[in-house]
Nanobody
Framework: QVQLVESGGGLMQPGGSLRLSCAASTSIFRVYVMGWYRQAPGKQRELVATITSGGSTNYADSVKGRFTISRDNAKNMVYLQMNTLKPEDTAAYFC????????????WGQGTQVTVSS
């Protein structure tokens, strides 16, 4: 079982920046692909970005060039730097950990709210 705790959400004006953090409670952090997902009211949860233990990244088209995912394997942390925020980025953001070898070992944080509004 892996526990994930997100932080860093809040209210920001359009064009502003926020940095989300996710702390993972596991001693084998490296075996997990880490990701950020988001869910806006009335919509399905969608992928924002993922990062492997080796640093390979994948982004949703809607955030490419604006968001950057990173991880610190020594600290069991994953981050999402969000720049040039838009109102359509408003959503609850969830941290995800998916084991690379164990099928079904997929964990979620409780989420942190990001609201972009003037």
């Amino acid at each position: 079982q892996v526990q994930l705790v997100e932080s860093g959400g809040g209210l920001m004006q359009p064009g502003g920046s926020l940095r989300l953090s996710c702390a993972a409670s596991t001693s084998i952090f490296r075996v997990y692909v880490m990701g950020w997902y988001r869910q806006a009211p009335g919509k399905q949860r969608e992928l924002v970005a993922t990062i492997t233990s080796g640093g390979s990244t994948n982004y949703a088209d809607s955030v490419k060039g604006r968001f950057t995912i990173s991880r610190d394997n020594a600290k069991n942390m994953v981050y999402l730097q969000m720049n040039t925020l838009k109102p359509e980025d408003t959503a609850a953001y969830f941290c995800n950990a998916r084991h690379t070898l164990v099928v079904g070992a997929n964990y979620w944080g409780q989420g942190t709210q990001v609201t972009v509004s003037s």
